[in-house]
C-alpha cells in the first residue's frame, strides 16, 4: 500500500520569498510520485512527477521537486514566490497500480 | 491529450432526491476512470474506479454508486441524497502511464 503526508496544512509566504512544500511518502514498491496544484472551485492540474528517471523533476509554473529516497521524501520548491502561486497542493502517489493516493493538501497563501 | 468534461459545475439537490453526475473522457482510448469526492479540508477520497466498460471498484461503502456505460463514460449516481454527500466531486482518467487528468469538477450541495 502507498501514501503520502503532507506536512503542514497552511503555508504562507511573502511574494518573492521561497516556496517550500513538503512530502513524505510510504510505498511498498517503487514510488511514482505526483504534485497536483488545486485552484479554488477547479480541478487539479499537474505540476511534475517522479517516474524514476531523474531524482530533481522541473515542472511547471518554476516548480521543482526532488526525490530522495533515502529519507522517503519529495518535496516541492519554488525560488521565488508570485502572487498568483496562492492554491492549494496536493502530494500524490502511486505504487504502479494506476490508483493513485492523496496526501490532505496545503493551501499557500502569498503576502504581498 | 487526454481531456475530461464533467457537469453540471454546480449543483444544489434537497435532500432525498436523485443524482446523476456525469463524465466523458475525450483523446484517450480504454482510459481507467476515478471519481473522487473533496469535502473541505480533507483533501481527496478516491469512491470508484473503472478498468473498462461495466467494471466498478467502490473503496468506501456510501450512499452513491457508478457505472460505466460506454468506455469514455462515466456516471456517478444516487437514488437519494443525503446531507452528507454534499462536497466537490472530481472525476479523473489515466490514460498515460502514471498520472491523472482530472475534470473541473462538480460542486454539489445537499439541502
Known amino acids: 500500500a502507498q501514501s503520502v503526508t503532507q506536512l503542514g496544512s497552511h503555508v504562507s509566504v511573502s511574494e518573492g520569498a521561497l516556496v517550500l512544500l513538503r512530502c513524505n511518502y510510504s510505498?511498498?514498491?517503487?514510488?511514482?510520485l505526483f504534485w497536483y496544484v488545486q485552484y479554488p472551485n477547479q480541478g487539479l492540474q499537474l505540476l511534475l512527477k517522479?517516474?524514476?528517471?531523474?531524482?530533481l523533476v522541473k515542472g511547471i509554473n518554476g516548480f521543482e521537486a526532488e526525490f530522495k529516497k533515502s529519507e522517503t521524501s519529495f518535496h516541492l520548491t519554488k525560488p521565488s514566490a508570485h502572487m498568483s502561486d496562492a492554491a492549494e497542493y496536493f502530494c500524490?502517489?502511486?505504487?504502479?497500480?494506476?490508483?493513485?493516493?492523496f496526501g490532505a493538501g496545503t493551501t499557500v497563501t502569498v503576502r504581498a | 491529450s487526454q481531456t475530461i468534461h464533467q457537469w453540471p459545475a454546480t449543483l444544489v439537490q434537497p435532500v432525498g432526491s436523485p443524482l446523476s453526475l456525469e463524465c466523458t473522457v475525450e483523446?484517450?482510448?480504454?482510459?481507467?476512470l476515478y471519481w473522487y469526492r473533496q469535502a473541505a479540508g480533507r483533501g481527496l477520497q478516491l469512491l470508484f474506479y473503472?478498468?473498462?466498460?461495466?467494471?466498478i471498484s467502490s473503496e468506501v461503502p456510501q450512499n452513491l454508486s457508478a457505472s460505466r456505460p460506454q468506455d469514455r463514460q462515466f456516471i456517478l449516481s444516487s437514488k437519494k441524497l443525503l446531507l452528507s454527500d454534499s462536497g466537490f466531486y472530481l472525476c479523473?482518467?489515466?490514460?498515460?502511464?502514471?498520472?491523472?487528468?482530472f475534470g473541473s469538477g462538480t460542486r454539489l450541495t445537499v439541502v
Open positions: 473503472s478498468v473498462g466498460i461495466g467494471q
Open positions: 500524490a502517489v502511486s505504487g504502479g497500480d494506476y490508483k493513485l493516493s
Open positions: 517522479y517516474t524514476s528517471a531523474a531524482t
Open positions: 483523446g484517450t482510448s480504454n482510459p481507467n
Open positions: 510505498s511498498s514498491v517503487p514510488p511514482y
Open positions: 479523473a482518467g489515466s490514460g498515460q502511464i502514471y498520472g491523472y487528468t
